[in-house]
């Protein structure tokens, strides 16, 4: 019985790198479970990610055969060697200490571009000054509320448009987006782009990106902020230039102001 056992606990490994492979290579029948499609030059985070995971898998793998290989070894039914009992080994604690700590080292700073680019190289004008925001995204239950600056290019002006879940960009551009929330804490997720950031009540944040394809994506929330929490689903549009953006722009104005026209008039 403890082959046999130690065969099913082998089998655990297995099929969850067996499934790993298959959702790597898109491969049936489990295709469209890895990656979103990446449509910014946020490589890095791949990149990252990757290497964490094989280097874990590679460990994963590891101590499953050394696991496998002592439960036949040592199995009770069939080992007929006497018990031995040892204090452990000083040698070998601290090897497995520094093995460690050089593997998390090294992570550390193999992850150094990847959190500057995301938390630190904020996009600038040309003049070197901050690029002000594109448009204000604020998390609440169960919602994106969005405010783009007005013709005159500030936030908070008469002349500001409100839209909720709905964010458009242009293509081609560095993009800066301030986020808050107004009530509870929430993750502002966009998935294609691999910008994820916590959104802290009392805290104006900023997260950048540069789309390189137009489209439609979603904008999630990744934090459990309530029993809504799983419809807090917006829309990502980008826009193939500056000119459908601009486009755009002006009908949703249009629209607001018709909106707000007719409510006056009732």
């Known amino acids: 019985m403890g082959k046999f056992w130690s065969f099913f606990f082998a089998l655990v490994p297995i099929l969850g790198i067996g499934l790993f492979v298959f959702a790597i290579n898109d491969w049936a029948p489990i295709r469209g479970h890895w990656f979103p499609e990446l449509i910014s030059k946020s490589h890095v985070i791949d990149n990252l990610f990757n290497f964490i995971m094989y280097l874990t898998g590679a460990v994963f793998i590891g101590t499953s055969i050394v696991l496998a290989w002592i439960m036949v070894k040592y199995d009770g039914g069939s080992n007929k060697e006497p018990v031995i009992y040892s204090h452990g080994s000083h040698t070998l604690e601290v090897i497995w200490s520094i093995i460690p700590a050089v593997v998390l080292l090294f992570i550390a700073i193999y992850q150094m571009d990847a959190w500057a680019n995301a938390r630190m190289y904020r996009p600038t004008l040309s003049d070197g000054t901050e690029m ?15 405010q783009y600056p007005g013709k005159d290019g500030k936030l908070d002006t008469p002349d500001d448009l409100h839209l909720i879940n709905d964010l458009h960009v242009p293509m ?92 006056d008039e009732e």
């Open 132 to 146: 002000p925001p594109h448009a204000r995204v604020t998390g609440r239950q169960f919602e994106w509320k969005i």
């Open 172 to 263: 081609d551009e560095d993009i800066v987006i301030r986020i808050e929330s107004m009530d509870v804490l929430h993750s502002f997720f966009l998935p294609n782009l691999r910008v994820k950031q916590d959104v802290v009540p009392g805290m104006q944040q900023h997260i950048w990106f540069h789309a390189v394809k137009d489209g439609t994506y979603d904008i999630v929330c990744a934090e459990l902020c309530g029993w809504g929490h799983y419809k807090m689903k917006g829309r990502l549009t980008v826009e193939p230039s500056r000119e459908e953006f601009d486009k755009w722009l002006e009908k949703a104005y249009a629209e607001q102001e018709t909106a707000q026209y007719s409510l």
